[in-house]
C-alpha cells in the first residue's frame, strides 16, 4: 500500500558530505513521523533522526550538529543531509515512515529497503 523509494548513499571519504532522499508514496491519507534508522551487521536498527508533521526534530547524539533532516510534506518526502561523515558512520540506512491510509485508520510503521553510506578513512 505504501512505498518509501530511498536514494542518495554511496562512497565517500571522511569529512565528506552526502545527502539521503526519501520518497513514499502510494495510499497516504497522513505521514506522522518520516526518519532515518541505520543498522551494522549484527547489530540492532538504531534511530538516527526524525521529524514531525509540524517540522519537530529528533537526532541520535552521535550525529547531532552534522546530520540534518528535513521534509516536504506536500512530496511525501524526507532528507538527511549528512555532512563531517565519520568512518563510525557506515551503515545501512533506512527511511521509516508513521503513515495512516485513510480517515479514522490505524497508523503503521513503513520501511525502505535501505541504501547503503560507507565512509572511508
Known amino acids: 500500500q505504501v512505498q518509501l523509494v530511498e536514494s542518495g548513499g554511496g562512497l565517500v571519504q571522511a569529512g565528506g558530505s552526502l545527502r539521503l532522499s526519501c520518497a513514499a508514496s502510494g495510499r497516504i491519507f497522513s505521514i506522522r513521523i518520516m526518519g532515518w534508522y541505520r543498522q551494522a551487521p549484527g547489530k540492532q536498527r538504531e534511530l538516527v533522526a526524525s521529524?514531525?508533521?509540524?517540522?519537530?526534530?529528533n537526532y541520535a547524539d552521535s550525529v547531532k550538529g552534522r546530520f540534518t533532516i528535513s521534509r516536504d510534506n506536500a512530496k511525501n518526502t524526507a532528507y538527511l543531509q549528512m555532512n563531517k561523515l565519520k568512518p563510525d558512520d557506515t551503515d545501512v540506512y533506512y527511511c521509516?515512515?508513521?503513515?495512516?491510509?485513510?480517515?479514522?485508520?490505524?497508523?503503521?510503521?513503513?520501511w525502505g529497503q535501505g541504501t547503503q553510506v560507507t565512509v572511508s578513512s
Open positions: 521529524i514531525t508533521t509540524s517540522g519537530s526534530t
Open positions: 521509516h515512515c508513521n503513515v495512516i491510509t485513510q480517515w479514522g485508520g490505524e497508523w503503521n510503521d513503513y
